[in-house]
Nanobody, 122 residues
Framework: VQLQASRGGSVQAGGSLRLSCAGS????????MGWFRQAPGREREFASG????????YYADSVKGRFTISRDNAQNTVYLQMNSLKPEDTAVYYC????????????????WGQGTEVTVSS
């Protein structure tokens, strides 16, 4: 599957952004989907994940209660709604797909989107 993330953006602290990631090809609904992020000078880290049918979601502690992941398999798209954004949320965000229950494990993802930049100013 090929993944194409939407354009990110720049917001002030406390603002909101929604990222989307569209998948091409068949069987999008058979993939576990994740969102990762990488801040300058830091390693890529897990932000959120969602199971194949959207029944279970996972969040890093740093985003829990502020970010919401969802998916629409009919549209081959996964979303990340980001609210109450903080300057420390500034990063390049990546969507990823796995045939396994990959959750936080970067190496278990098989496909990656190109990354989209999110900047949160104070």
């Amino acid at each position: 599957v090929q993944l194409q993330a939407s354009r990110g953006g720049s917001v002030q602290a406390g603002g909101s952004l929604r990222l989307s990631c569209a998948g091409s090809g068949r069987n999008f609904g058979s993939y576990f989907m994740g969102w990762f992020r990488q801040a300058p000078g830091r390693e890529r880290e897990f932000a959120s994940g969602i199971t194949w049918n959207g029944g279970v979601t996972y969040y890093a502690d740093s985003v829990k209660g502020r970010f919401t992941i969802s998916r629409d398999n009919a549209q081959n798209t996964v979303y990340l709604q980001m609210n109450s954004l903080k300057p420390e949320d500034t990063a390049v965000y990546y969507c990823a797909a796995s045939i396994n229950l990959a959750r936080i494990t970067t190496g278990m993802y098989h496909y990656w989107g190109q990354g989209t930049e999110v900047t949160v100013s104070s």
